[in-house]
C-alpha cells in the first residue's frame, strides 16, 4: 500500500512539472492585431504610453518573402532596416502565407516603444500586457 502511494504521488508530482502542465500560453489582456504595407515602418505602443513596462505574450509575424523587424526602443527607429536601434525580433524571409512566432515572453521596459519594421507587406498578431 505504501509503494502504490508513492508511485501516485510521484505520477501527480511528474505530470504538474510535465511538458503537458508547461503547453499552456498566457494570453495578454491588450492585443494588436494589423497588416502593413511595403518598405513600411509602423509604430505599434508609443514610449509615452510605456509608463511601467510592457510584458510581449504571444506574437505572430507573417510576411511575404521579405525581412521583418520588431524594434523596442525609446525613439523611433530612422529607417525599415535600423541597425543602430534595438531589435527585439528579426524574420527572415517567411514563405508566402507562413508566420513566425516569437517563442517567448518579452519584457519592455518602461519608456521604450514598439515598432515594426517590413521590406514588403506583413502582418503582426501579438498580445500583451502593460505593468502598473
Not at 509503494?3 to 505530470?15: C, E, P, T, Y
Not at 492585443?31 to 509608463?51: E, H, K
Not at 508566402?96 to 515598432?115: E, H, N, Q, T
Request: hydrophobic share 50%; no cysteine.
Amino acid at each position: 500500500m505504501i509503494r502504490k502511494a508513492l508511485i501516485l504521488s510521484a505520477f501527480f508530482v511528474f505530470l504538474s512539472h510535465s511538458a503537458l502542465a508547461g503547453d499552456a500560453v498566457k494570453l495578454g489582456n491588450k492585443f494588436i492585431n494589423i497588416d502593413v504595407s511595403s518598405n513600411t515602418l509602423t509604430q505599434l505602443i508609443a514610449p509615452s504610453t510605456n509608463t511601467a513596462g510592457i510584458y510581449i505574450q504571444t506574437a505572430s509575424i507573417s510576411n511575404s518573402g521579405s525581412v521583418t523587424l520588431l524594434y523596442a526602443s525609446a525613439t523611433a527607429p530612422v529607417a525599415v532596416r535600423d541597425l543602430s536601434t534595438r531589435t527585439v525580433y528579426e524574420t527572415a524571409t517567411v514563405p508566402s502565407g507562413g508566420w513566425s512566432d516569437i517563442d517567448k515572453v518579452i519584457f519592455v521596459p518602461a519608456g521604450m516603444g514598439l515598432w515594426l519594421g517590413a521590406t514588403s507587406a506583413a502582418s503582426i498578431i501579438m498580445t500583451y500586457d502593460v505593468l502598473s
